[in-house]
Nanobody, 120 residues
């Protein structure tokens, strides 16, 4: 079993920054791949970033250079540092995990989501 709990969502003006956190619990081997996806009403979830057990990261082109994914293994916490935020970044952000980082940004386990709103 894997449990994911996000925090850090909120509202910010364009150009600002936010940091999302996700505390993970459950078998470590079930979550060797960790990541973030986002979703707006009426659309499917869009993969944002991922990090595997070796620390290798992957980003969607839309956020590369602005967002940074990282993790603290000792604290079982995943982070998403979001800088230079744009209104189009507004979405519900979900912490996610899976056995491996394979098949694109596909994940088996999901958190409850954290709302991020970027105003212009």
């Amino acid at each position: 079993q894997v449990q994911l709990v996000e925090s850090g969502g909120g509202s910010v003006q364009a150009g600002g920054s936010l940091r999302l956190s996700c505390v993970a619990s459950g078998d470590t081997w079930r979550r060797q791949c960790m990541g973030w996806s986002r979703q707006v009403p009426g659309k499917g979830r869009e993969g944002v970033a991922s990090i595997d057990n070796t620390g290798k990261t992957r980003y969607a082109d839309s956020v590369k250079g602005r967002f940074t994914i990282s993790k603290d293994n000792a604290e079982n916490t995943l982070y998403l540092q979001m800088n230079s935020l744009k209104p189009e970044d507004s979405a519900m952000y979900y912490c996610a995990a899976d056995l491996l980082c394979a098949g694109g940004f596909s994940f088996r386990y999901w958190g409850q989501g954290a709302q991020v709103t970027v105003s212009s």
